[in-house]
């Protein structure tokens, strides 16, 4: 599977964004998808994943109420819509799949991986 972030950019604090992670290869509709993010200098942090359904989703505490991970299994895409945007959300996003059908914050337990997309809030 291969998977292709796009939607970052640069946006004031407050502001919203929306990613979009398009897979291809095959159908990601078997698998838990997640959105990861790095800024600089600080190790990778989880911040939401979503069931094969979309029916469950679970989120990093400082982004709850304000991102919401979605997909679309008959387009193959995970979205993540960030709104009320802050400096400390700055980072790169990657969206990654799993094939076991459990959550997992970890990094190490997801089995692919997308390229990044930068997001930068100022203030």
């Known amino acids: 599977v291969q998977l292709q972030a796009s939607g970052g950019g640069l946006v004031q604090a407050g502001g919203s964004l929306k990613l979009s992670c398009a897979a291809s290869?095959?159908?990601?509709?078997?698998?838990?998808m997640g959105w990861f993010r790095q800024a600089p200098g600080k190790e990778r942090e989880f911040v939401a994943a979503i069931s094969r359904n979309g029916g469950t989703t679970l989120y990093v505490d400082s982004v709850k109420g304000r991102f919401t991970i979605s997909r679309d299994n008959t387009k193959n895409t995970v979205a993540l819509q960030m709104n009320s945007l802050k400096p400390e959300d700055t980072a790169v996003y990657f969206c990654?799949?799993?094939?076991?059908?459990?959550?997992?914050?970890?990094?190490?337990?997801?089995?692919?991986w997308g390229k990044g997309t930068q997001v930068t809030v100022s203030s």
């Open positions: 990654a799949g799993r094939y076991r059908n459990w959550f997992s914050r970890s990094e190490y337990e997801y089995d692919y």
């Open positions: 290869g095959r159908t990601i509709s078997s698998d838990v």
